[in-house]
Every structure is written in structure tokens, then in C-alpha cells.
């Protein structure tokens, strides 16, 4: 009976394994024509509201109106639709067991054509990425698989719909474990390399074998030039940290006005790119024809400056009023443009022989990507990708790694993890991740809690701190909490008359939180930072308490770990 059984799960198993791989080639195949059709959208899109010789008047018009258009779309119906899509997706496979409702994918498509083809200066490859994961997460569904096998369709699709995209199949597996799933051992390479493959052989049967850009041959005229590669490396790195940190200030500014102003915040992004577009149309859209020039040394010098400098503001207004577009086309359009000027000054007035400020602008690409995107491995293969010559290596590397460092050590969470985190969901570290033998706050905290309203007097506040036996209470609306009011607060405003002063009026905001799957030392850190309470938050949604810690809570989950070590339990 046993073996029976036994044998009957292996072939449960093996047929499984083999539904996931024919899966695998669908979502490929679906995912590689989501992508090229996304392309041809943009490009219809564009054509049709620009035409050939577009006035003034038109420059300013298309994009503002448009952005009105999808400004209601994303407020109303398809709200999730906004930004790039990579950070979403990321959520997605492991916040949410891979779940993506399937009107994400059909409203990013719609809005994410709209607002590129529009003129907004973004790119089409992050959108492409949830689109494909949307319909992953949907076939997912109809075939009723497991909540873990249907979360291995996230990254596969992933790999597929940027290979797709960008015609880098190496590069999007890379990208798919570097960023996606966030390790580059995952169990997953084989059937991410299988899916990026088909989608590229069905993205080169549709549009050609011609690729993304024109490389020129790459050399290394002389040993002295990789003093170049590091000023680009710096340079990278410099405009790296900027243009996360002004995105991220800008889309702040955003997110903090009146929720009711959702629906026409795109359209202020559109009326100033509508503006931008009068004196600087190459800025429009994805931008890739300029890159090309770029990289074949065609621009000038000034403007070669003027391109990095508008694109570089132009995206950030785009993405933080709240269209639908990415920034992996506008970070390699920042790193052509900067390399291609460093490239220049460099061939005119170095005291050595240079290569060509093609070189420079190639590698600029990679520098670029690797300080904003923070995928320095995906930024490595793809370059080499682009023009499959070892010797592009040794300055690629330099440059890259310096870019990185200066990104990483001047903007410490990276900008999709830290778009996230202004719409108050947090991704689990690498640690977090995988399961570890310490125990974590879901097994120390206590779910019986209260959150006082924010109009709760102090006096009434005082009464509750005594029933509770806590040195502080939580203070929120509809099960969110905004924040803590301490013991000596309420006591300071009890011992000064003011009874009915409200505790909204008296919030600490200067505190820690954790998340359910940080380990026991992490907790205890945080909880000593704190008055005597330590809320365990949701990483889906910041404000949503999941239970308090607080040392009675560390106390008794110690005692009863000792009691069961006793028994003999675990």
C-alpha cells in the first residue's frame, strides 16, 4: 500500500513537472507577444497622435490631454498600472504568492502605451515585465496550480517579456534572478532560460533579426584610458544618486497632495514634458534612435550635455506625477549621453591615444544602469550582449563597480525597493527570505491589541494604559495606525490640566517597526529603540499592524520556550 502510494505521488509529480514546462513555453510565447505588440503600440500610438512634423501647439497639447485620459484610467480602474511595473512585479512573487489580478496587465498595456506613444519620457521594458507576469499569474490560475508553482510562472514570464523587449536573452535571465526573484542560484535558470530563448525567437520572427542598437566595435586604444572609465564610473554614480534622489523627492511631493488630485497629477507631468518637448524633442519617449547616434559618435559635444540634462529631469517628472512607463530606457539613454560626452572630452584632450566617444557612450550605458537600476551582473551581460567582445570587459567592470559603490553607499535602499516603500509595502531582505532556526516576531508578538482613535482624550488615554499594563499605545483609523503616544506624554498633558487634549496631538514619530518574518535579534534591536512597544507590520501595507511585541510579549514566549525544551518539545 505504501509503495503504491508512493509511486503514485512521483507520477503526480513527474506529470506536474512536465504541465509546468509546456506552461513555461506558453507564458514564453504569450509573454514575447505581449512585448512586441507593446513595441508596436507605442510606436502606432506615437504616429498617430504626432504624425511626421508635429507643431508647437501639438508638442504641448498630446501629452497633457493624454495624461488626463490615462489620469482617470489609473485612478478609476487600473490603479496599480502606475510606474514601472518591476517593483510591482517583484511585490507580486513575494509579498503575494505570485498573484497579479489579470486587469493589471491589460491596463498597463493600454495606459502604458498611451503615456509613452504620448510623449512621456519613459521606457516600454519595465511595463513589459508585468505585463508578461500578469498573464503568467493568469494562466496560472485557469490551470489552478499550486501557490508555489504559479509563483514560479513571476520570473519566468519576467525573463521572457524583457528578452523580448530589449533582444537580450542572456541579459533578461540575469535580470529575471538578479532583481526579480533577488538570487542569482535560484532553482528557477533553467526554466527562465528556456522561456527567454522562445521569446526571442518569436520577437526576431515578427520584427527581424536587426538589433536593439548599432554597436561599433569596441578597443581599448591604450592602458591609460581606464583613468577615463573611472571618471565615468564616478560620473555615473554622481547622476545615479541624483536622479533616485530627486525621483524619489519629487514623487513624495506627489503622493503627499490631496488623494482627489490622482486623477489630473499626470496631466501637470504632461504639460511640462508638453513644454520640454518644444526645445528638446529628442527627450520623447523611449529615445532609443538618439542612443544609437550616440553610440556611433554622431552628437555634439553641447548636445550630448543638453540631451543628459533634459532626459535626466524629463523622466523624473513623467514617472513621479504617476504615468505608466519605466526607467530602464531612460537609464540607458543617461548612460549613452554621459559617456558620450566624457568620450569626447576625452578623444579631443587626452595627453594618450582614446578610442572613439562611441566606446565611452557603450559603456556609459552599463555604468548607468548599474547605479540606478543596481543590477551590475544584468548590466555586465548586457553590454557584452550588445556587442559579444571580451574586451569590453575590463572597463566595463571599472566603471560599473565604482558607479554602484557610489549608488549603494550614498542611496543605501534601492530606487525600485524604495518606490515601494513610499507606498508603504517593504520588501523582505535576502536574510528574510530564507528560513532561518531563530524565532521571528510572528511567534513573539502578541495579536491582542488596541489602536486608540486619534481623538482620544488623554485622560481616557491614561485609563487605557493602565488596563493594558503598557508604557504605549497605538493611535491610528480603520485598523491603520499613524503612529505612538507614550505613558509620559499622556502623563505630562494629564499632570498639566489638559485632559481632553487628543493623543493624534501627541504622537511619537521618532520609533522602529518590524516585519513578521524578522528574527529575534532584529526584534529585540528595534524594541529597545522604542517606548516599550514594537508594532509587526505588514509588508504589503506599512500601517497595517499584524501584532505589538513588546518585553511582558518576549517574556512569555522565552518561559514557554523553555517549558517546551523541558518537555522535550522541539
Do not use: W
Amino acid at each position: 500500500m505504501k509503495s503504491s502510494m508512493t509511486s503514485f505521488l512521483q507520477k503526480l509529480r513527474v506529470r506536474e513537472n512536465h504541465i509546468f514546462f509546456a506552461l513555461t513555453i506558453v507564458i514564453a510565447i504569450l509573454s514575447g507577444l505581449s512585448a512586441v505588440l507593446f513595441t508596436l503600440a507605442i510606436k502606432g500610438t506615437s504616429y498617430v497622435l504626432f504624425g511626421m512634423s508635429p507643431s508647437n501647439l501639438r508638442y504641448v497639447l498630446v501629452p497633457t490631454l493624454m495624461s488626463l485620459v490615462t489620469g482617470f484610467l489609473l485612478a478609476k480602474f487600473f490603479p496599480d498600472a502606475r510606474g514601472s511595473g518591476v517593483p510591482q512585479t517583484e511585490a507580486a512573487y513575494h509579498l503575494q504568492e505570485g498573484d497579479i489580478p489579470g486587469r493589471v496587465a491589460f491596463g498597463k498595456f493600454l495606459t502604458g502605451a498611451l503615456c509613452i506613444g504620448s510623449g512621456h519620457s519613459m521606457g516600454r521594458e519595465g511595463p513589459s515585465v508585468q505585463i508578461g507576469a500578469g498573464l503568467a499569474s493568469s494562466i496560472g490560475k485557469l490551470f489552478q496550480l499550486s501557490p508555489e508553482r504559479s509563483k514560479s510562472l513571476i520570473p519566468v514570464a519576467a525573463a521572457a517579456a524583457l528578452s523580448a523587449a530589449f533582444n537580450t536573452p542572456v541579459a533578461a535571465v540575469i535580470f529575471a534572478l538578479e532583481e526579480i526573484i533577488g538570487d542569482m542560484n535560484a532553482a528557477l535558470i533553467g526554466s527562465a532560460v528556456v522561456a527567454s530563448v522562445t521569446a526571442v525567437v518569436v520577437e526576431r520572427s515578427i520584427l527581424g533579426n536587426s538589433p536593439v542598437f548599432r554597436v561599433p566595435q569596441y578597443h581599448l586604444v591604450h592602458p591609460a584610458e581606464l583613468i577615463a572609465y573611472v571618471v565615468l564610473g564616478v560620473a555615473g554614480g554622481v547622476i545615479s544618486v541624483g536622479f533616485s534622489k530627486g525621483l524619489l523627492r519629487l514623487r513624495g511631493l506627489f503622493l503627499r497632495m490631496p488623494a482627489r488630485s490622482k486623477i489630473v497629477q499626470p496631466a501637470m507631468g504632461g504639460l511640462i514634458i508638453g513644454v520640454i518637448l518644444i526645445f528638446v524633442p529628442q527627450v520623447m519617449g523611449v529615445g532609443y534612435e538618439y542612443v544609437n547616434q550616440a553610440l556611433n559618435g554622431s552628437l555634439l559635444l553641447r548636445t550630448l550635455a543638453l540631451l543628459c540634462a533634459v532626459k535626466f529631469a524629463a523622466t523624473i517628472v513623467s514617472y513621479s506625477s504617476g504615468n505608466a512607463g519605466g526607467i530602464f530606457a531612460p537609464s540607458l539613454y543617461l548612460g549613452a549621453m554621459a559617456g558620450g560626452f566624457i568620450g569626447t572630452i576625452m578623444h579631443r584632450f587626452a595627453p594618450f591615444p582614446t578610442g572613439d566617444p562611441g566606446a565611452y557612450a557603450l559603456v556609459g550605458m552599463g555604468t548607468l544602469f548599474a547605479g540606478i537600476i543596481r543590477a551590475p551582473m544584468t548590466s555586465v551581460f548586457m553590454i557584452f550582449e550588445l556587442t559579444q567582445d571580451y574586451q569590453v570587459f575590463v572597463p566595463l567592470m571599472i566603471a560599473n563597480m565604482i558607479s554602484f559603490a557610489i549608488s549603494k553607499r550614498y542611496q543605501p535602499t534601492t530606487l525600485y525597493h524604495a518606490l515601494l516603500q513610499q507606498d508603504n509595502v517593504h520588501m523582505p531582505t535576502l536574510g528574510t527570505r530564507v528560513a532561518a532556526p531563530s524565532p521571528r516576531a510572528l511567534d513573539i508578538m502578541s495579536r491582542d491589541f488596541l489602536i486608540l482613535p486619534p481623538g482620544t482624550s488623554a485622560g481616557d488615554a491614561m485609563d487605557k494604559l493602565r488596563q493594558a499594563g503598557l508604557d504605549a499605545l497605538l493611535v491610528g483609523d480603520d485598523g491603520m495606525y499613524s503612529g505612538l503616544v507614550t505613558r509620559d506624554r499622556i502623563e505630562q498633558a494629564v499632570q498639566a490640566g489638559a485632559t481632553d487634549t487628543r493623543v493624534g496631538s501627541l504622537l511619537v514619530t521618532d520609533y522602529a517597526h518590524a516585519h513578521a518574518d524578522h528574527p529575534l535579534e532584529v526584534v529585540l534591536e528595534r524594541l529597545s529603540k522604542n517606548p516599550g512597544l514594537l508594532p509587526v507590520v505588514s509588508r504589503k501595507q506599512v500601517r497595517e499592524v499584524l501584532g505589538i511585541v513588546t518585553p511582558q510579549s518576549v517574556m512569555q514566549f522565552l518561559q514557554k520556550r523553555r517549558d517546551d525544551q523541558a518537555r522535550g518539545i522541539g
